[in-house]
C-alpha cells in the first residue's frame, strides 16, 4: 500500500511554468514505476509522464515532450512534475500514480493514485 499527496498547482498565464510535487508514504517508493495524469471533466484521464524506479527511462506524449519533465528522489519518496511553457490546453486536474510493474501510459494500468491537483492555465 502505498499513498500519494500531490501539491503544487494553482493559476498561472500561459507561458509560465510550475512544478508538481507528489510525495508518498508507506511500502518503499523505489519499488514502483510512477505516472503524472490530467483529467478535465467529461474526458478520460490523459498520460503525461511516466518514470522508472531508478528514474533512469521516462516517457512523454507528444502533446508536451519538449515542454514537460519528470523526475524523482528515491531518498525523499517524492516525483515531480517540471511543466513549462504551458498553455490553456494543459489546464486540468493532475494525478500522480504508482504501480508495482513496467511502465505504461494507461490509466487502468496503476494501482494507486493521488487526491489531485488543479492547474489552470489562462490566456
Known sequence: Q???VESGGGLVQAGDSLRLS???SGRTFSSYVMGWFRQVPGKEREFVSGISRSGGSTDYPDSVKGRFTISRDNA???VYLQMNSLKPEDTAVYYCAARTWAQSRNFFDYD????GTQVTVSS
Do not use: R
Open 112 to 115: 494507486y493514485w493521488g487526491q
Open 76 to 78: 525523499k519518496n517524492t
Open 22 to 24: 507528489c510525495v508518498a
Open 2 to 4: 502505498v499513498q500519494l
